[in-house]
């Protein structure tokens, strides 16, 4: 990985392109096959996809850029809106999309769901209370460095979460334990209803990191270049011994809070397609003469191709056997 | 504070639950300005599962409060300004988020009044939403009422019907003790979520207090008494309606309060009967189904004319997929079941 504070190469660029049209095509499929059965009307519980569905359509830059720096041996903790993140950080497809449908193939046989996606191969978790997942990074970060690796753990949550008991305690002890550790805050503007406004008492949530003595970057407009860079320096000084980081990123969420909100809340929603990080992202790799519109094409058949086999793979995997509904409480 | 059980006689207007809980505290918020609202979504957007609809427009942003998602803060300021003579409300949006803030709850809310010698009261109401049956996961589908009835010094109370939410809410607000009031999604009424037609009902006008701790006969029977509370009454009602027309008398007693325990009407119950299905969506052990058989066994075990059975949430956590929830969650067919079990 050619990580420079000059920002991405060309490769580098094309890559986090391409790992932005994944991580949409497959919110895109899920979207789909999540409505397609929930009628008449909108029955929460109904489907092939039930229950909650919280997807990341606007926030690919944040787990493009960060994951473009880690190997599947470093551990991401996601959130309740984990699907660009797990995708970008390389999680099996067919399972994980099997784990959505519920199926005994998904990753927690169908016991999870969306968000509750655990990969041993890639160290991926995420979990659905707010601001829990960055607790747990703090033990795999300790574990890495108790076992003299350079390994890192990365930690995501939204905004809303940097409210939370559990985020500041977990930026303490990471930067009294010199933990190996990127804390991430996806700013999305939202947490659920309440803007950041009603819910921050400061402007950025980076500033926060000077509370605990760490560095702390705020990447502004969702710039996926920028984000890269900023990572960049996190990943490295965790890698290098130096202890944490926190790194913010003003991103976007460009649909409802969970499948089914119909944001009256939302003032802005109008503008939100002008926001989308992934057409822009496109004409400047464009302008820059890094992309043609048929190598575009090309990304986004690749990634349709990809998706729509986990889809498949997801729908042909068995419905767990109730009978072994009480499996798997203990090893 | 008296309570009085007043109901309204030619009632006719139906409301769903989720109306009724917001029109008791309307009522008393118009009645006392120390009332005021606070959680996360409960402004702008009327609470998740419809627990502050209009509320925000009634009252405004002073009275009706979202909040930061920082519960431990927010319930202890409930618990603080209550301790200063203001009646909050606090809406934990899921019960299974507890876990973050459980020191606020169970070492300050519930302990103060005790720990002061009575001198200190805290007469807030913790407003939370539970249960499954929509395939949301194990961190959002629990009800966790035997948790907090478990940890002393909290009343907690369970509507499991559109008056009843009324009446528990008016009486929570008034209640110079900690109550949880605990709704369940399924009761609701939610236009998004799969509902019982038990979940509108009549609902009467005006002011409706239901006393705390009195259990409610939602329908007699004289063969197989099916103690219950919240979603479960719903889906018991429906099986005694079946059943009934096999015959088999089925009484359905609605518990509505945990704490404090109409112990009187389990056993008046069953001494009728002399069947027992205690009918739980909490974990099996530990909880509210043993308290109910211990109930009877320890006032005279010869009521039991055979053993009672237990319907509940095994001892596992929720599965997302349907098909393993369905097979855990109490529905329909196990208290069917159940009740065929004590007939035997
Ligand atoms: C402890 C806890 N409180 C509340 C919730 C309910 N909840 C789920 S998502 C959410 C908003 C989160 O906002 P943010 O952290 O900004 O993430 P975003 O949803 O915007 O990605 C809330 C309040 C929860 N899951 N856990």
């Given amino acids: ?331 | 504070m008296t309570i009085t059980d007043t109901t309204a006689p030619q009632a006719t207007r139906r409301l769903n639950t989720s109306k009724a809980m917001v029109e008791a505290i309307a009522q008393e918020m118009r009645a006392n300005p120390e009332v005021f609202y606070l959680g996360e979504d409960v402004g702008r957007y009327g609470g998740i599962f419809s627990s502050t609809t209009g509320l925000l427009d009634e009252f405004g942003p002073n009275r009706v409060i979202d909040t930061p998602i920082s519960e431990t803060a927010f319930l202890g300021l409930a618990v603080g300004a209550a301790t200063e003579g203001m009646r909050p409300i606090a809406e934990l949006m899921f019960a299974d988020f507890v876990g973050v803030c459980l020191d606020q709850v169970y070492n300050h809310m519930a302990k103060i009044h005790f720990e002061s010698g009575g001198h200190v009261r805290v007469p807030m109401v913790l407003t939370t939403a539970v249960g499954g049956g929509y395939s949301d996961g194990a961190q959002h589908s629990q009800t966790l009422w035997g948790l907090f009835a478990h940890l002393p010094g909290m009343k907690v109370v369970v509507p499991a019907l559109p008056a009843d939410a009324k009446g528990l809410m008016a009486a929570a607000i008034r209640d110079d003790s900690p109550v949880v009031y605990m709704f369940h999604k399924g009761v609701m009424g939610l236009p998004w979520m799969a509902k019982n037609p038990r979940s509108v009902d009549v609902v009467p006008e005006g002011e409706y207090v239901v006393p705390i701790g009195r259990a409610n006969v939602v329908r007699e029977g004289s063969d197989v008494s099916v103690v219950t509370i919240s979603l479960s009454v719903h889906h018991a009602l429906d099986v005694a309606e079946k059943l009934a027309g096999e015959g088999v008398s089925v009484e359905v007693l609605d518990l509505r309060s945990l704490v404090p325990l109409d112990r009187e009407a389990i056993l008046a119950s069953v001494a009728k009967t002399g069947r027992l299905v205690a009918v739980d969506e909490d974990y099996h052990s530990f909880g509210m189904s043993g308290e109910v058989v211990a109930t009877v066994a320890e006032h005279d075990p010869g009521l039991f004319r055979v053993a009672p059975e237990r319907v509940t949430l095994p001892d596992v956590p929720i599965p997302y997929a349907h098909s393993l929830e369905y097979a855990v969650l109490p529905r329909h067919d196990r208290i069917e079941a159940g009740i065929r079990a004590v007939l035997r």
């Fill in chain 1, 1 to 331: 990985m050619s990580s420079t504070d000059s920002g991405p190469g060309a490769e580098v660029r094309r890559g986090l392109y391409e790992t932005m049209v994944l991580c949409r095509t497959y919110e895109e499929a899920i979207l789909r096959e999540y409505h397609a059965d929930k009628g008449p009307g909108f029955d929460i519980g109904k489907g092939l996809v039930p229950g909650e569905m919280h997807l990341s359509a606007g926030q690919e830059p944040v787990a493009a850029g960060v994951c473009a720096h880690l190997t599947s041996d470093d551990a991401v903790t996601a959130t309740h809106r984990p699907h660009h993140l797990a995708i970008a950080h390389g999680m099996d497809l067919e399972a994980m999309t099997a784990e959505i449908f519920g199926r005994v193939d998904g990753l927690g046989r169908g016991r999870g769901g969306h968000m509750h996606l655990f990969d041993p191969a890639t160290h991926f978790s995420c979990s659905g209370i707010i601001a829990e997942g960055y607790p747990p990074a703090l033990g795999m970060a300790f574990a890495f460095q108790r076992r003299g690796t350079d390994r890192v753990a990365v930690a995501v949550t939204g905004e809303g979460a940097a409210n939370q008991g559990a985020f500041h305690e977990s930026l303490n002890l990471a930067a009294l334990w010199r933990l190996p550790v990127v804390f991430v805050v996806e700013d999305n503007d939202w947490g659920i209803s309440v803007p950041r406004s009603a819910s921050t008492a400061v402007p950025s949530n980076a500033t926060r990191a000077a509370a605990y003595g760490i560095p702390g970057e705020r990447v502004e407009d969702n710039d996926v270049d920028a984000v890269w860079a900023a990572a960049g320096r996190a990943v490295a000084r965790a890698r290098a011994g130096d202890g944490p980081s926190l790194l913010e990123v003003h991103t976007v969420r460009l649909w409802g809070h969970f499948e089914g909100d119909a944001q009256g809340y939302r003032p802005e929603l109008a503008e939100l397609p002008g926001r989308d990080p992934i057409p822009r992202y496109a004409a400047r790799l464009t302008d820059a003469g890094i992309l043609d519109a048929a190598a575009i094409d090309r990304m986004k058949a690749a990634a349709s191709e990809r998706v729509e086999a986990a889809v498949a793979f997801a729908k042909a995997s068995a419905l767990p056997d109730p009978s072994d509904a009480l499996d798997f409480v203990f090893a």
